[in-house]
């Protein structure tokens, strides 16, 4: 993604204007159809962050609701703490998509958010953007959908912890992220992960030790390969089968 200092001020803040049509992520981002004058616009709002460490936060719950943000590289989970200190991850997010859409109904953020890996993001600052909305028509329509997106969301990790095996919940999220990443031009079929064993088995409602055991399970039936965090997708389809296509497009 290209970078832009439009005046003096940005370089004083430490923070960089983006080009958004420079972005390999634009097409996923933002709709397809967007006129350059909007396009001017909506970039005139948007803030590229510095990389960030794995480990640190992006928001905690809790904190005042001001922004989303699009995942340029590594990755984020989001995750939700209880009162004695437990967490139960919520999602996964990849590079091309947005962090924070389930607290635009909230004045604060109703999840935590923290870097998987060395992650940068793009931050969008929601007051300027719902101010912009009413003039652009598209992009108002590509929110509403990616608002919908996320309640699909929800009941496909509902319909994972409530009815399949760990096997078939393993596979499910392996042909999950192997959809999203097509759909945003990376391979189907090899990946590296950026959540540990742990942050999967925390969302798939598995212990470790369960997920570990899966893994080792589905790459003796030939299904796929695992080196690390590198993991191999050899049969993509019996991979979807497995899962009872539970994948969610």
């Known amino acids: 993604m290209s970078a832009v200092s439009r005046n003096p001020v940005d370089l004083l803040r ?3 204007r983006v080009e958004c049509q420079n972005c390999a992520l634009f097409r996923i981002c933002l709709p397809k159809h967007v006129s350059a004058a909007d396009l001017s616009s909506l970039e005139a709002i948007i803030i590229k962050r510095k990389a960030t460490p794995r480990g640190q936060p992006l928001f905690k719950a809790g904190d005042k609701f001001s922004s989303i943000y699009a995942v340029r590289s590594g990755g984020i989970k989001t995750y939700r703490t209880d009162a004695e200190g437990n967490e139960q991850v919520c999602g996964f997010h990849l590079p091309g998509e947005l962090v924070g859409l389930e607290s635009i109904i ?4 109703i999840n935590s958010a923290k870097m998987l890996d060395t992650t940068s993001v793009c931050e969008i600052p929601f007051p300027e953007l719902e101010a912009l909305l009413p003039r652009m028509p598209q992009l108002q329509k590509e929110l509403t959908r990616l608002l919908s997106r996320e309640i699909v969301t929800s009941q496909w990790q509902l319909s994972l912890l409530g009815s ?3 096997d078939a919940r393993v596979a499910a999220l392996l042909c999950n992220i192997s959809d999203r990443l097509e759909q945003r031009g990376y391979s189907a079929t090899r990946f590296s992960l950026p959540m540990s064993r742990s ?5 798939l409602g598995l212990t470790i030790e369960t997920v570990s055991r899966s893994f080792t399970r589905l790459q003796r039936k030939g299904l796929l390969s ?3 965090r590198m993991v191999t997708l050899l049969d993509l389809d019996n991979l979807r089968r497995l899962a009872g296509h539970t994948t969610l497009h």
Request: proline share 0%; charged share 40%.
């Open 164 to 166: 399949k095996k760990a």
């Open 106 to 109: 909230s004045d604060t953020s």
């Open 226 to 228: 695992v080196k690390g």
């Open 14 to 16: 430490g923070d960089k």
């Open 199 to 203: 942050d999967i088995g925390n969302f």
